[in-house]
Nanobody
Framework: QVQLVESGGGLVQPGGSLRLSCVASGFALSLYTMAWYRQAPGKQLELVALVSSVGTIDYNPSVKGRFTISRDNAKETTSLQMVSVNADDTAVYYC?????????WGQGTQVTVSS
């Protein structure tokens, strides 16, 4: 059974840090482009960051320099380190895996930036 399970969301103060993790099972994460998406209330789903199977990384300009995506194929895990967060980062964050003609999504984890 294919699963992507996110963790690490929660309430964080403006300027703070948070680390999201996504553990994959049921497929070979090393063969997939892994990404984080987010959806804020009333807004469309948007790509936050991605890392390809060969390590190419891309970021949404709104998070570049503040967020870092990484992958650990041996642990079947991808992570998103978030620093200097602000209210605009408040959203549900989803882990995504795409490749080999398939695409998988996690259930999402809520990140709320508030004082």
């Amino acid at each position: 059974q294919v699963q992507l399970v996110e963790s690490g969301g929660g309430l964080v103060q403006p300027g703070g840090s948070l680390r999201l993790s996504c553990v994959a099972s049921g497929f070979a994460l090393s063969l997939y482009t892994m990404a984080w998406y987010r959806q804020a209330p009333g807004k469309q789903l948007e790509l936050v960051a991605l890392v390809s199977s060969v390590g190419t990384i891309d970021y949404n300009p709104s998070v570049k320099g503040r967020f870092t995506i990484s992958r650990d194929n041996a642990k079947e895990t991808t992570s998103l380190q978030m620093v200097s967060v602000n209210a605009d980062d408040t959203a549900v964050y989803y882990c995504n895996g795409r490749g080999a003609g398939a695409e998988y999504w996690g259930q999402g984890t809520q990140v709320t930036v508030s004082s």
